[in-house]
T-cell receptor
């Protein structure tokens, strides 16, 4: 069984640019959550999507957006990149929304903004 | 406002001994708690969870204890093995937000010495 996949693994962008990160959940899982992890901190919740609808949003600016596709894969978009957006972006796969099932994480995308 | 806190950034134990990792939380609405292990360059790996209706959950060498009155949980690893060396995160969830949002602590880096 394939786990959670994320692409790309590493990315270097310049301030002001836009970035799109991608995630494919575990087969059969219908919900994904996105997290940002900066060095020395725990992951911070950004979004949860279930059945293509946003189910939760963390304390992040509107420069951050996401969507979920009919095959349950998801994209995280960040506009007008700032140096402080440099972080590991994690996608978590959840069997379904409604109950705090365990979330299974992908390997992450390491974003560096210069 | 850090709702989940891991006050020990690091812990070193001898192989074969017990490792005890601690976590405190402030929000009484949290009703589900999880522990994750993270190796460098990988996403967090789910270890064990506990619902607020229980005070103990055991899975092999891993046991999580929950003290609701103290808003404290701990992860015991017995016996500790060198392969357990990693960063451990505790996380909390509230079912009112449908479980999609995990609040993580800052992590504790465990080093198990042979």
């Amino acid at each position: 069984d394939a786990g959670v996949t994320q692409s790309p693994t590493h990315l270097i962008k310049t301030r002001g640019q836009h970035v799109t990160l991608r995630c494919s959940p575990i087969s059969g899982h219908k919900s994904v959550s996105w997290y940002q992890q900066v060095l020395g901190q725990g992951p911070q919740f950004i979004f949860q999507y279930y059945e293509k609808e946003e189910r939760g949003r963390g304390n992040f600016p509107d420069r951050f957006s996401a969507r979920q596709f009919p095959n349950y894969s998801s994209e995280l978009n960040v506009n007008a990149l700032l140096l402080g957006d440099s972080a590991l972006y994690l996608c978590a796969s959840i069997a379904q929304a409604g109950v705090p099932y365990e979330q299974y994480f992908g390997p992450g995308t390491r974003l560096t903004v210069t | 406002d850090q709702q989940v806190k891991q006050n020990s950034p690091s812990l070193s134990v001898q192989e074969g001994r017990i490792s005890i990792l601690n976590c405190d939380y402030t929000n009484s609405m949290f009703d589900y708690f999880l522990w994750y292990k993270k190796y460098p360059a990988e996403g967090p790996t789910f270890l064990i969870s506990i619902s607020s209706i229980k005070d103990k959950n055991e899975d092999g060498r891993f046991t999580v204890f929950l003290n609701k009155s103290a808003k404290h949980l701990s992860l015991h690893i017995v016996p500790s093995q060198p392969g357990d060396s990693a960063v451990y995160f505790c996380a909390a969830s509230a079912s009112w937000n449908q479980g999609g949002k995990l609040i993580f602590g800052q992590g504790t880096e465990l080093s198990v010495k042979p």
